[in-house]
């Protein structure tokens, strides 16, 4: 599952990247999902809005067993 987690996530950096942001791959245990926010993205106010309606959304369609993404520091 990790394999795939770092799939998907390839193809959301590059649109954090356009707003001098980033993504980095933690962990997955159980279901949930857990990045760490970069660049620009660390300290934006929208920051748990991307997490939540950008990452989580695409990782759970592509990923059926993804729970949750949590962004941890």
């Known amino acids: 599952m ?3 987690v770092e799939e ?3 193809k959301i950096r590059p649109m ?3 707003d001098g942001g980033d993504v980095e791959f933690v962990d ?3 279901g949930v999902v857990k990045v ?3 660049g620009a993205c ?3 106010p929208m920051s748990q809005m ?3 309606n950008g990452i989580e959304r695409l990782l759970k369609q592509e990923i059926p ?3 949750s993404v949590e962004s941890v520091q």
């Open 42 to 44: 660390a300290g934006c």
């Open 16 to 18: 954090l990247q356009a």
């Open 36 to 38: 760490r926010l970069q």
């Open 65 to 67: 067993e993804v729970k």
């Open 2 to 4: 990790k394999e795939q």
């Open 50 to 52: 991307t997490v939540k």
């Open 8 to 10: 998907a996530i390839k």
């Open 28 to 30: 997955v245990e159980d």
